[in-house]
């Protein structure tokens, strides 16, 4: 089974920067892609970012195109959210996922098979 682990979370000012991490652990029957999505209260949870299983084929949602940037590093099992400029509007719970049936998975919730637990986001001054 594969697991998934976020951290790097916390509060910053407007316009700071903030890298997210997701370890995996686990074992997968084959290779997998990968994203990021997160949930504001009272709000549906939203993409962000999906990434293929080699990392060589990414892509973004338009509300955070050119601010953040989504990498994988398979030697380390970890994926990465690079923020930048970010904004009040960024806060949320960010979650990392990961389908075990598609390479590049996309940008529906419904094909990711493995969440992890989220780290909470706070963009104030």
């Known amino acids: 089974q594969v697991h998934l682990v976020e951290s790097g979370g916390g509060l910053v000012q407007p316009g700071a920067s903030l890298t997210l991490s997701c370890v995996v652990s686990g074992r997968a029957e084959g290779p997998y892609g990968m994203g990021w999505f997160r949930q504001a209260p009272g709000l549906e949870r939203e993409y962000i970012a999906t990434?293929?299983?080699?990392?060589?084929?990414?892509h973004y949602a338009d509300s955070v195109k050119g601010r953040f940037t989504i990498s994988r590093d398979n030697s380390k099992n970890t994926m990465y959210l690079q923020m930048s400029s970010l904004e009040p509007e960024d806060t949320a719970v960010y979650y990392c996922?990961?389908?075990?049936?598609?390479?590049?998975?996309?940008?529906?919730?419904?094909?990711?098979?493995?969440w992890g637990q989220g780290t909470q986001v706070a963009v104030s001054s």
């Open positions: 990434i293929d299983t080699l990392g060589t084929s990414t």
């Open positions: 996922a990961a389908s075990l049936k598609w390479a590049f998975p996309g940008n529906s919730a419904r094909v990711y098979d493995v």
